[in-house]
């Protein structure tokens, strides 16, 4: 034989025989020519090699670093809980990034661990002796599939079986705590903050003395026209046409609605009626933008209850009954008499005007409401009605960015004067004549503030008779039809005619804050309606007409928010990959002895196989080597004894040119229906 290198073994001087059971030797396969460079000709020690140990040492680190770094992901979220996400935008980021990956991470770097672990553990038992049914677990053990169906093949459920199957669950249970554990909510915080608002309590005194020398009225006459004639979204709006939040109708929601325990009634409905038209403008000492505000508001306005509407008359006296109206002259004019009654003396309009019996204050508590009758000529209609004050509370609602509305109202629970006491009935102090009352001023604008030709409705009767399109009465008339007309359902009369009371009301004596959607007015001048009221003095009263309230100035902002219950599962199984790359190094280093095996062919099938055509000894090499050495060498399960009538299988080493020709000596194919011991 040729001499070859010590590292050399040629396989063609290598005689292999098998004896089967009965004694009979079988042909021997026939090995192939190609050598099997380095494998070790002489004996050797056991021992890892610095590449090896160096390359494990590495795996061992990196794979414990991530899994420490999956336990920080866990408890940084855990710490970060309930915090603002704007004063830590870098940990937002990396948070937000981690938990994008983790899904993906965490399962390979799961699988990484718990199979190195096993396959550590495998050696080992394998070395110190152990059962079959243990090993085949263990050989098993490299995903949560592989896991169960191993055990499902072997028909066998063990303990150690059960835990496999729990550790391995762990990996898609973590691949999910780490997207689940972490998500980002909204809190808020509340400060303080003050709100100005106007109230009904201004006076209507400033426009005293003939009408034609008091040009100004013709600015609350175009606010109060253009809200009636707004859109119908606007006049259902909790907004009015310049952004001043209304006032909801209370008595509304007392007759069909049930409060809250504290007395309060929602009035965020769709359905929402309201006590006017124009609503109330607010200042405050805080910047809407970007943030919420709440505050409550006293405020008051007039409720009107009309128990006598009639619309059989022909005749305008007769309808009045009595009354002071007079329709003699043919200009426009204003008169009073001694009995406080607006006296309208015109033939070119369509609305006769007011009667009242409005009276200066008492404070007694015995005073009739105020109340007047109506009367327009289009239709031949006339009303009696009463005013009172329905004194409220309302909480107003600001959202970020958006304007101010109305979310709860109730029955103030503060004193109050009686409700047959109006701002109607106020007069200047020390007079008692009929210019000086707010009625007698109020009533002669408001009869005035809208005219037209006999025969025509103005848009005031317009609105009585359709709210939301009162101008389509006018050109129905124009078209030569007869629109619809009064009578009405008496509530739909008594909230319109109180819509229209209070728009003009409000248009008269605060017209320069409602166009600017914001109260004015000195604060150091603001009085308290109510108590001056108590106190008679009604001149003092009407000094103010705006009030100052606290309320709270809502800040939002983003947090982070934990979900302790995916986030402690991470925790529990980040610990334990953390614990196997701990274990698995430990093991390998101090209780495994014998060399590394891969569990695959080439550690496997070809240690001391009698069937395998390679050289004797290299029994010390690791797997990682042996499978390196081995690369080249072809194997088959086939039969070793295809002449026999029956055959043997196992995994042999293969000759191609002999499989081909299919000689004695060849390595039989596996066929199906022949008979192998």
């Given at each position: ?96 990034r981690a938990s994008r990956v983790g899904p993906s991470v965490f399962p ?344 037209g030709n006999s025969g025509f409705p103005t848009a005031v009767q317009c ?215």
């Amino acid at each position: 034989m040729t001499s070859q290198s010590k590292d050399t073994v040629d396989l063609k001087d290598i005689s292999l025989a098998q004896t089967d059971l009965n004694g009979d030797t079988n042909p021997l396969l026939r090995q192939t020519t190609s050598n099997v460079k380095g494998w070790p000709t002489a004996p050797k020690a056991v021992k890892t090699t610095a590449v090896s140990f160096l390359s494990e040492s590495l795996i061992d680190v990196a794979l414990l670093a991530f899994s420490v770094l999956f336990l920080g992901f866990a408890l940084a979220v855990i710490s970060f809980d309930q915090k603002e996400t704007a004063e830590w935008p870098r940990v937002k980021t990396l948070l937000y990034r981690a938990s994008r990956v983790g899904p993906s991470v965490f399962p390979i770097l799961f699988a990484c661990v718990i199979g190195r672990v096993a396959h550590t553990t495998l050696l080992w038992r394998l070395e110190k002796g152990e059962r079959l049914g243990v090993l085949d677990l263990l050989a098993g053990s490299t995903s949560l599939t592989s896991t169960v169906t191993s055990q499902l093949r072997s028909r066998v459920i063990s303990i150690l079986g059960i835990v496999l199957v729990a550790v391995w669950a762990l990996s898609p249970v973590g691949g999910q705590a780490s997207i689940r554990q972490l998500s980002f909510g909204n809190d808020t915080s509340p400060s303080n903050a003050a709100f100005t608002y106007m109230t009904p309590t201004s006076n209507a005194l400033g426009y005293y003395g003939n009408q034609s020398s008091y040009p100004m009225l013709h600015v609350p006459n175009t606010l109060f026209l253009a809200s009636l004639i707004a859109s119908p979204g606007m006049k259902h709006s909790a907004l009015d046409l310049w952004g001043n939040f209304k006032v909801p109708l209370l008595e509304s929601f007392e007759n069909s609605d049930r409060p809250d325990q504290n007395g309060w009634y929602n009035t965020s409905g769709p359905d929402t009626e309201y006590a006017s038209l124009v609503g109330v403008p607010i200042t405050s000492n805080t910047t809407l933008s970007g943030r919420d505000h709440v505050f409550k508001a006293e405020t008051s306005y007039l409720h009107v209850e009309c128990p006598s509407v009639n619309v059989t008359s022909s005749e305008p006296t007769s309808a009045l009954n009595g009354s002071t109206f007079k329709g003699a002259g043919t200009t426009l004019s204003l008169n009073f008499n001694a009995n406080c009654g607006g006296v309208s003396d015109f033939t070119n309009g369509s609305i006769a005007g007011f009667d009242t019996s409005c009276t200066p204050p008492k404070f007694d508590g015995v005073e009739p409401p105020c109340n007047f009758t109506y009367y327009d000529w289009y239709s031949e209609a006339a009303s009696f009605c009463e005013i009172t004050t329905t004194y409220v509370e309302v909480e107003v609602f600001c959202p970020s960015d958006s304007s101010c509305a109305a979310r709860s109202i109730r029955r103030s629970r503060l004193p109050h004067p009686p409700a047959t006491q109006t701002v109607l009935n106020a007069h200047m102090a020390g007079e008692n004549g009929p210019t000086n009352f707010n009625w007698g001023l109020f009533s002669a604008a408001f009869v005035t503030s809208s005219t037209g030709n006999s025969g025509f409705p103005t848009a005031v009767q317009c609105y009585l008779i359709d709210p939301d399109s009162p101008l389509d009465v006018l050109a129905t008339l124009l078209s030569k039809n007869i629109p619809a007309a009064l009578p009405i359902p008496r509530t739909s009369y008594e909230i319109r005619m109180g819509q229209l009371i209070n728009a003009y009301w409000t248009s008269l004596t605060a017209f320069q804050a409602i166009s600017q959607a914001k109260a004015t007015g000195k604060t150091d001048l603001t009085f308290n309606m109510t108590q001056a009221l108590l106190e008679g003095n009604t001149h003092d009263l009407f000094l103010g007409n705006s009030s100052t309230v606290t309320g709270q100035e809502i800040t939002h902002f983003e947090i982070f928010v934990c979900h302790r219950g995916w986030a402690i599962t991470l925790c529990a199984a980040s610990l334990l990959l953390i614990a196997a790359c701990l274990i698995q190094p430990l093991i390998r280093c101090f209780f495994n002895k014998a060399p590394d095996l891969l569990l695959n062919v080439s550690s496997l099938a070809t240690r001391d196989n009698p069937h395998i055509a390679m050289p004797g000894g290299g029994t010390a090499l690791n797997g990682s080597e042996r499978a390196k050495l081995l690369q080249k060498l072809k194997v088959r399960l086939g039969d070793v004894e295809p002449g026999n009538d029956v055959g043997h299988l196992v995994i042999a080493s293969v000759d191609d040119g002999e499989s081909r020709t299919g000689s004695e000596t060849s390595l039989g194919r596996v066929r199906r229906g022949r008979l192998y011991k």
